[in-house]
């Protein structure tokens, strides 16, 4: 299959590209580099510097079989200071890009969506027919992509499935070995911003402590980066003419802020300092999504644990130390 991998520079994009590429696909990626990186683009893909508005028909019309998208901007707090660049760049992008599907004749796509959507939900773990009530333009974005997705699929026969999850962590290799993992300016993740601090000797800060969960941090939800490839390999494979679906991806439990501070200790042997805060306003105490819909009809599940997590992106990081 031909497959077009929009974002594919990035982190998730980039993993997700080299599983294609290992898989036996020919792959393009398209990106701007406005945030993603030349060198995670893996072997064996071509790549193509752009935006979805200038180069996306053109790529399309090379024969491309099914996108996979991931080009979007990701960062709540920026969305919520400049909500019209995430308006423009996550809905009228991929306006763009399906307005391009549509007159080229390509009708299957998969959408990296978020868990977002949900905004702050009334339950845990969160499934697919919770509401869906964004709290900031980024989430409101991704939702919006979601209605679009389900109209082309009404309106024009698009095969589609939007993946909705928390947060994504670890890192991966690719088929020559090369460690694809994040590379975030500024860090807002929490796994790769404590391993950082592991390698330079700095303290964490930790916003709340006294939350109602097992050790008073807020809990969340993490998925290591090669189980969502996996998922979105399976999305592509399930994508039926006329029909959007909708699946939520998480491990089922979530980990503590503690937890990963811990566990990330250990792996590094470092002795992390914390440094215990106000909490931060509007921050759940629990954010997990169950993935019981995806498990019974296509089969995933996360199989790595928090430890293989922060394993893979503490040797991520150390191979970026050589380099």
């Known amino acids: 299959m031909r ?53 996306a028909a053109e790529v399309l019309a090379d024969g491309t079989d099914a996108v996979l998208h991931f080009a979007a901007k990701s960062l709540v707090g920026e969305s919520v200071a400049e909500p019209a660049k995430y308006w423009s760049a996550n809905l009228g992008g991929t306006l763009a890009l399906l307005d391009a599907m549509r007159e080229i004749g390509v009708r299957t796509i998969v959408f990296s969506s978020t868990a977002a959507v949900y905004g702050e939900p009334e339950r ?29 699929a009404r309106l024009y026969g698009f095969g589609a499935v939007s993946l909705r999850y928390f947060n994504v962590a670890g890192a991966a290799q690719a088929s020559d070995g090369t460690w694809l993992g994040e590379r975030h300016r500024p860090e807002t993740h929490l796994i790769p911003a404590v391993l950082a601090s592991a390698a330079a000797g700095s303290t964490v800060k930790i916003f709340g402590d006294d939350y109602d969960t097992p050790d008073g941090t807020c809990v969340r939800d993490y998925i290591h980066v090669a189980d969502l490839a996996d998922a979105h390999l399976r999305a592509l494979a399930a994508c039926q003419p006329g029909r959007h679906r909708i699946y939520n991806l998480g491990n089922g439990a979530g980990f503590s802020v503690r937890e990963v501070i811990d566990v ?60």
């Open 124 to 152: 845990t773990p969160v499934t697919e027919t919770d509401p869906a009530r964004p709290t900031s333009p980024y989430g409101a974005s991704k939702l919006a992509v979601d209605t679009t997705l389900t109209e082309f």
């Open 264 to 323: 990330c200790a250990d792996v590094t042997g470092a002795a992390i300092g914390t440094d215990v805060t106000a909490r931060r306003p509007g921050d759940p105490a629990t954010l997990v999504a169950s993935s019981e819909r995806i498990q019974a009809e296509l089969g995933w599940r996360a199989a790595a644990g928090l430890r293989d997590m922060v394993t893979d992106a503490w040797a991520f990081t150390k191979a970026r130390q050589q380099t």
């Open 3 to 55: 497959v077009l991998v929009t974002g594919g520079a990035g982190y998730i994009g980039s993993v997700v590209a080299a599983q294609l590429v290992s898989a036996g696909h020919e792959v393009t990626v398209l990106d701007d580099l406005s945030t993603g990186h030349a060198d995670a683009v893996p072997a064996g893909a071509v790549f193509v510097k752009g935006t979805l508005r200038d180069c």
